[in-house]
T-cell receptor
Framework: GQSLEQPSEVTAVEGAIVQINCTYQ??????LSWYQQHDGGAPTFLSY????GLEETGRFSSFLSRSDSYGYLLLQELQMKDSASYFC??????????????FGTGTLLAVQP | GAVVSQHPSWVICKSGTSVKIECRSL??????MFWYRQFPKQSLMLMAT?????????EQGVEKDKFLINHASLTLSTLTVTSAHPEDSSFYIC????????????FGPGTRLTVL
């Protein structure tokens, strides 16, 4: 089966750095994506890693280690507006279809003043 | 960036009725769209893959006769929840794959369905 595990909740203060981990076990793998979702809203794309290493996009960075089936999202200079749920998602060929996303369990980030 | 819309944003219906949800890609053509379901404080669960001009592919455990999907054009996919029951109450989200943006999926704002 497919599984992606994340910590359920993380709390941090404004200005700090936080890392959200994701370990996955899937039958197919094209890459690891990260999405942010505010309560009641649509998931918005943050970052994508197809190869091992670090990808940096502004305050957000994402890392992937395919040999360890592990990735993380790093958020720097935290702001109150970063309080949201964060999901990792594995993109892969499943059941004959390409580019399907299997989502992780999600991490609720609470940023405190 | 690529924009996906959904309509309606919320709907309340009586048990036993059918509800249709529309998903549109506004500024790109999407040969593939996806339908997800999300319960409160839970992750997104993929229900089905919608391919333009062909039958949808449903995930294991999703009833295809209950959740009818039609993808008649390159910018529109519809999900019809037939004979809805209270347990079908959920947040339904669609996404569209933009082949021009590294096959990234762009998500609609979601539709909150409440079945009384």
């Amino acid at each position: 089966g497919q599984s992606l595990e994340q910590p359920s909740e993380v709390t941090a203060v404004e200005g700090a750095i936080v890392q959200i981990n994701c370990t996955y076990q899937t039958s197919g793998f094209y890459g690891l994506s990260w999405y942010q979702q505010h309560d009641g809203g649509a998931p918005t794309f943050l970052s994508y890693n197809a190869l091992d290493g670090l990808e940096e996009t502004g305050r957000f960075s994402s890392f992937l280690s395919r040999s360890d089936s592990y990735g993380y999202l790093l958020l720097q200079e935290l702001q109150m507006k970063d309080s949201a749920s964060y999901f990792c998602a594995v993109r892969g060929p499943y059941g004959g279809a390409t580019n399907k996303l299997i989502f992780g369990t999600g991490t609720l980030l609470a940023v405190q003043p | 960036g690529a924009v996906v819309s959904q309509h309606p944003s919320w709907v309340i219906c009586k048990s036993g009725t059918s509800v249709k949800i529309e998903c549109r890609s506004l500024d790109f053509q999407a040969t593939t769209m996806f339908w997800y379901r999300q319960f409160p404080k839970q992750s997104l669960m993929l229900m089905a893959t919608s391919n333009e001009g062909s039958k949808a592919t449903y995930e294991q455990g999703v009833e295809k006769d209950k959740f009818l999907i039609n993808h008649a054009s390159l910018t529109l996919s519809t999900l019809t929840v037939t004979s809805a029951h209270p347990e079908d109450s959920s947040f339904y989200i669609c996404s569209a794959r933009d082949t021009g943006t590294y096959n990234e999926q762009f998500f609609g704002p979601g539709t909150r369905l409440t079945v009384l």
